[in-house]
């Protein structure tokens, strides 16, 4: 006999495509067992209904620096992994990439060792759904916050070391194209290395090669990146010529709403949002340090003393609120950015980020008017 089954409704049901009206998920020992409509439920009495919100399977966030008044790179331990994840919880982000910014290829080692002690223990099934490293191998020039000390060129040893960890979980590795030989950018690729393309100045042409050897998405796409112009379309592009995915910071302040609906038309499929969050998010905190500077939050924004932008202080359901108010998405295509895309993109989309037969029932209700979301 099926034990724990639970009858859970909301004024809509998200799958991971579409809004359903009248439906009730049904969940038994955390498993997705069915979706069926409101008034087949013969025992009215077991219906959990959660009011005006949408309920949908939680938000995957694939480039997370720290949150909760903790840092990845300052504290590089299962308890720092730990808090982001009961962090996230709160904010209805239910899996993440803990992401580490150039540092000593020490410091990547320990990473890619603490976050194997964490599959070790729990497989995929506790937040953490890999490791993205967004550098040390990027552009002096576009390296914005990441400290020059350690932005180096990628040796055959250093690449080897990282790809040995695949085995174990997923790989995001944000890098400098220009500075790879195609050769290397296609032995991270054959060892199942997630290639993105980041912090570059890569001409269009630097950049292609890098698609055409394996490369499968792109950093935090507007920033840290060569522009489109007339006579070099740059990383910019690139990425839009190729049929890439893209991470998205949606606070506004990294990418301009305009240019937000652009890429939403464009690439209507490809987006997934990222909040590319750092220590005070989710807390009250005003200062923090990062990158070796000492950073504030002012207005929203974290900066440091020239104003640059380190990281952002936003959560996965503000950014939702974001797209959907400020930017004019629907919240079909704009929750598929927070849930479904990162899915596919990580090849989880069979286990999380729809509500389907047989997907762990990770879910949310998000309020239709304050976006606040909570566990279901």
């Not at 439906?23 to 077991?46: E, M, R, T, Y």
């Not at 997934?272 to 070796?292: C, I, Q, R, S």
Request: net charge negative.
């Amino acid at each position: 006999m099926i034990r724990d089954m639970r009858v859970i409704t909301g004024k809509y049901i998200f799958d991971g495509v579409n809004l359903l009206s009248n439906k009730a998920v049904l969940v038994a020992d955390g498993i997705i067992v069915d979706i069926v409509n409101c008034d087949k439920v013969f025992d009215k009495s077991q219906i959990e209904d959660f009011g005006n919100v949408v309920i949908s399977a939680g938000m995957i966030d694939l480039q997370l620096n720290g949150c909760g008044g903790v840092l990845f790179n300052d504290t590089i331990d299962l308890a720092t992994l730990e808090t982001m994840h009961q962090t996230n919880l709160r904010s209805g982000t239910t899996g993440f990439l803990p992401t580490l910014i150039t540092s000593p290829f020490s410091d990547v080692e320990k990473a890619l060792e603490t976050v194997k002690e964490w599959f070790k223990q729990f497989g995929n099934t506790r937040g953490v759904l890999g490791l993205h490293l967004e550098g040390p191998f990027l552009s002096p020039e576009k390296r914005g916050i990441h400290p020059l000390e350690y932005v180096i060129k990628p040796s055959d040893e250093m690449l080897h070391t990282i790809a040995s960890y695949t085995k174990y979980y997923p790989i995001k590795l944000t890098l400098a194209p220009e500075n790879f030989t195609p050769e290397q950018i296609a032995y991270l690729v054959k060892h199942n290395v997630i290639v993105s393309i980041g912090h570059s100045n890569a001409s269009y042409e630097q950049a292609q090669i890098a698609f055409d050897h394996g490369a499968t998405t792109a950093t935090h796409m507007f920033n840290a990146m060569s522009g489109l112009t007339g006579r070099n379309p740059g990383v910019i592009g690139a990425v839009l010529a190729n049929s890439s995915y893209l991470g998205l910071i949606a606070d506004l302040l990294h990418v301009d709403k305009d240019n937000i609906r652009l890429l939403a038309k464009l690439k209507p499929t490809s987006i997934y949002l990222v909040t590319d969050a750092v220590t005070p998010t989710a807390t009250d905190m005003t200062e923090f340090d990062f990158a070796g500077k000492h950073l504030y939050v002012r207005d929203g924004r974290c900066v440091d003393d020239a104003g640059t932008l380190g990281g952002a202080y936003i959560t996965m359901n503000q950014m939702v609120a974001n797209c959907v108010h400020t930017c004019g998405l629907s919240l079909e295509q704009t929750l598929a950015m927070a849930t479904l895309i990162p899915a596919q993109f990580l090849g989880l989309d069979s286990e999380i980020g729809k509500i389907a037969l047989g997907h762990r029932a990770e879910l949310i209700a998000l309020d239709l008017d304050s976006f606040a979301c909570e566990l279901v």
